[in-house]
C-alpha cells in the first residue's frame, strides 16, 4: 500500500483544522459578550427547583432577569436573600413568610363518598368524573396533584386529603394551580386562626356532605366580640388581624361551663397543664407531674367533641388528649379501673372478664325466658350467610341482659334474619381505645370483623352504645389503614330507623309521657345520626321536647371517654364537671331521658341522682318493646 497520499491528505486537514481553530479563538475573543458575574452568584442564590413559579422558565432565566432589572430580586420565595443582596450589593428585604394551606378537613370517614373512584389516580381526572367521588363539590380530592408539581417534598397525602408541612414549603404556588378544586391557599405563615372549609351550600346541604362542613350559621359571628368573624358565601371567613385568640371554645366545655369562675378548666387549659407542659419540659418531667397529667387527660377532657364546633380554627382538642392518653399508657400510668377493663380486654376479649361458657349460658337463658311470651323465638347462634350478626358490648350479658331479650324480640317480629357469635370477639366495647393502647385495640377489632367474615354476614349492626360504634366503623379502620370495613357497620340508631321505615315494627300504641332526647356524642357529633334518632323517637313518642342546645351542640353526659370506666375516685369530678347537663336536663320538665348509648345511660344516671332531678332513662329497644305488637300467648 502506498502511504505518501494518506500522509499527505492527514497533513492537509491539519493545517486547515489549525487555521480555523486560529480563526475561530480571534473571533471568541472580538466578538465575546461580556456575561455579567452577578448572574451566576444570583443563580446560585435562588431555589435550584426551576419549579417555574416565579414566571420565568427556570432559575437561570430568573436570575438574568433579576440582574438586568426585569425582576424583582425577590422573585424566588425560595430564595437566599442575604446571598442575592451580597450579590448585587443592595439590600434586598425579604417578603412575608407565605405558605400554602389546604382549606379542606373532609378526610376519608369525614366527607362522604358520592362514589367509589377506581380511574387513573389524578384529581384532575376524578374530579371530571361526575364532579369528583366526594359529596362535597369543595373537597380536596386527596389524589396527589398538588403532591406530584412540589418541587419541595412539602406535600404528603394522608387519609384521603393533601397535608402540607409549613416548615418545608416555599409557597411557589405550583400546588394552588394544579388543584382542580382551588381547595389549596397561599397565606401569610403567620395565620393562626383559619376556617379550614369553603363550602359554599347551604348548612344542611353542606353538614350532609362532610361532618366537619362550616354551615353558615353565624353562631361564632355572635359569640366573637371583636368583629372579627363574618359568614359570606355560605361560610364563615376570619379576618386575622382582628382576632385575638380569645378561647371562645371555653363556651362549648361543659366542664368549663360547669365552673365559671375557673379559667384551668378551659380546653385550652387543659391542653397547657398536659401536652404542651410535656413539650415545654422537653418531656423531663417527674412521676408526680405525669400523674398529674394522666389524672387531667382521663377524667377532665372526655373526649366529647364538642369544643371542635365552636373553634373557628378547627383545633381538635380531643386529638391532642388522646395523644397525652396514650403516652400514659406507655407509661404504665393510666388510671387503675379503666385499665383493668383493658386488661380484660387483652385475657378475655371483652371488658368484663365474662367467659365464653357464661356467654353462652346467657344467651341460652335469654331466649328460653323470650319463648314465654313469644314462642318460636331463637337467638340464633354462629348462623352462616345471615342478613346481620348482632353486636353487643360486655355489660349487657352481665347486667343488661334484657336489653339483649328485648332485641332477640324485636328481630323476631321483625322477621330479621340474624345471627350472634358463640366466640371471643362478640364484645365491640373497646376501652383501650380510650387508654391508647391501640395495639390491643387493634386485636379487638380484628377479632370482631373475623367473627363476621368468618360466618358470611351482610352487615353488622350494633347495639345501644356510642363509643363501641366509633371503635369499630372509625378507629379500627384507621389504626389498620383499612379504606373501608370489611363488614359493613350500622348503629342501632340506623337499623331501627330501616325497620320502622319498612314497616316491620309496628306499634299499638306511642309512649304518652313527655320525653326528652339525649344525643351521645359519638353518634351525633361523630356520625350525624340526629335526624335518624329523631325520626325514630317521634314515630314511638307522641310529645317530645328538645333540650336546649341539642343536636351536635348537646351537652356531653361526662360519662364517655372512658371516664366513667375510671371509676369511684373520681364520680365527684364527674358530678362537679355536670353542672350545666343537670340544668340543661332540669330545664326540659320531663321525667323521660331517652338516649341510645350504654355509658350516657350510666352518666345520665349519676347526674339525675347526684342532682335529685327525679327522672329515668329509656334505651330505643325499651320503648320498641313496650309499645310493639306481641303475640297472644
Known amino acids: 500500500m502506498d502511504w505518501i497520499p494518506v500522509v499527505l491528505a492527514l497533513g492537509v486537514l491539519g493545517v486547515v483544522g489549525l487555521i480555523f481553530g486560529i480563526l475561530l479563538e480571534v473571533a471568541d475573543k472580538k466578538l465575546a459578550v461580556e456575561v455579567d458575574p452577578r448572574i451566576s452568584k444570583v443563580g446560585e442564590a435562588l431555589g435550584g427547583a426551576n419549579c417555574g413559579a416565579c414566571g420565568y422558565a427556570g432559575c437561570a432565566a430568573l436570575a438574568e432577569a433579576i440582574v438586568s432589572g426585569e425582576a424583582k430580586p425577590n422573585a424566588c420565595p425560595a430564595a437566599n436573600m442575604a446571598a442575592i443582596s451580597e450579590a448585587l450589593g443592595i439590600t434586598v428585604e425579604e417578603g412575608e413568610k407565605m405558605v400554602a394551606r389546604v382549606i379542606c378537613q373532609g378526610h376519608n370517614g369525614v366527607a362522604k363518598e358520592r362514589y367509589k373512584y377506581d380511574g387513573y389516580t389524578s384529581c384532575a381526572t376524578a374530579a371530571s368524573m361526575a364532579g369528583g367521588p366526594k359529596e362535597c363539590a369543595y373537597a380536596c380530592i386527596g389524589l396527589g396533584d398538588c403532591m406530584r408539581v412540589c418541587s419541595f417534598g412539602a406535600i404528603s397525602m394522608n387519609n384521603g386529603i393533601a397535608s402540607i408541612d409549613p416548615n418545608v414549603c416555599v409557597a411557589c404556588g405550583n400546588c394552588e394551580k394544579a388543584c382542580p378544586r382551588s381547595a389549596i391557599r397561599i397565606i ?15 348548612g344542611r346541604v353542606a353538614r350532609a356532605a362532610c361532618m366537619k362542613a362550616c354551615i353558615g350559621c353565624g353562631r361564632c359571628v355572635k359569640e366573637c366580640k371583636y368583629g372579627a368573624i363574618a359568614v359570606e358565601d355560605g361560610y364563615a371567613r376570619i379576618d386575622p388581624e382582628k382576632c385575638t385568640r380569645c378561647g371562645a371554645c371555653a363556651k362549648a366545655c361543659h366542664f368549663s361551663l360547669s365552673h365559671p369562675d375557673d379559667a384551668s378548666y378551659t380546653p385550652v387549659a387543659k391542653l397547657d397543664k398536659t401536652i404542651f407542659k410535656m413539650v415545654r419540659e422537653s418531656g423531663k418531667l417527674n412521676a408526680e407531674q405525669m400523674r398529674g397529667i394522666a389524672q387531667i387527660a382521663h377524667t377532665e377532657c372526655n373526649m366529647c367533641r364538642r369544643c371542635i364546633h365552636y373553634c373557628p380554627v378547627g383545633v381538635d ?94 328481630f323476631h317480629q321483625a322477621g330479621s334474619d340474624w345471627t350472634m357469635p358463640s366466640r371471643p370477639g362478640w364484645d365491640n366495647s373497646d376501652m383501650c381505645m380510650f387508654t391508647g393502647d391501640y395495639e390491643m385495640m387493634g386485636r379487638i377489632k380484628r377479632a370482631h370483623f373475623e ?69 351521645p356524642c359519638n353518634t351525633i357529633r361523630g356520625r350525624g345520626l340526629a335526624d335518624k334518632l329523631r325520626d325514630v323517637v317521634h314515630f314511638l313518642c307522641a310529645n317530645v321536647v328538645e333540650m336546649t342546645p341539642n343536636r351536635e351542640h348537646n351537652f356531653c353526659c361526662s360519662a364517655g371517654g372512658g371516664i366513667i370506666n375510671c371509676g369511684p375516685p373520681f364520680k365527684s369530678v364527674r358530678m362537679e364537671g355536670n353542672r350545666g347537663k343537670a340544668d340543661q336536663l332540669r330545664n326540659t320538665g320531663v321525667h323521660t331521658v331517652v338516649a341510645p348509648c350504654h355509658n350516657c345511660h350510666g352518666g345520665l344516671e349519676d347526674i339525675i341522682k347526684h342532682y335529685k332531678l327525679g327522672m329515668h332513662t329509656k334505651f330505643i329497644g325499651d320503648l320498641i318493646y313496650e309499645l310493639m305488637e306481641k303475640p297472644e300467648v
Open 188 to 202: 401569610p405563615a403567620e395565620t393562626k386562626v383559619l376556617v379550614l372549609c369553603r363550602n359554599k351550600d347551604i
Open 317 to 410: 382538642i380531643a386529638y391532642l388528649m388522646s395523644l397525652v392518653r396514650r403516652i400514659c399508657n406507655k407509661l404504665g400510668i393510666t388510671p387503675t379501673f379503666i385499665q383493668d377493663t383493658a386488661n380484660s380486654h387483652s385475657a378475655t376479649f371483652n371488658q368484663m372478664w365474662v367467659r365464653e361458657d357464661e356467654w353462652i349460658d346467657s344467651l341460652v337463658w335469654q331466649e328460653e325466658e323470650a319463648r314465654e311470651e313469644f314462642p318460636g323465638i331463637r337467638i340464633p347462634l354462629d348462623k352462616e350467610g345471615a342478613d346481620f350478626m348482632y353486636s353487643v358490648i360486655a355489660p349487657e350479658p352481665k347486667f343488661r341482659t334484657q336489653l339483649i331479650y328485648q332485641a332477640a324480640a324485636i
Open 451 to 519: 367473627l363476621a367474615q368468618k360466618l358470611r354476614v351482610k352487615r353488622i349492626v350494633m347495639g345501644e352504645c356510642g363509643h363501641a360504634f366509633r371503635s369499630v366503623y372509625d378507629q379500627g379502620n384507621r389504626w389498620f389503614a383499612w379504606k373501608d370495613s370489611p363488614v359493613p357497620v350500622v348503629h342501632a340508631i340506623e337499623f331501627y330507623w330501616e325497620l320502622i321505615n319498612e314497616g316491620k315494627i309496628k306499634i299499638t300504641h306511642q309512649f304518652e309521657d313527655p320525653v326528652t332526647i339525649h344525643d
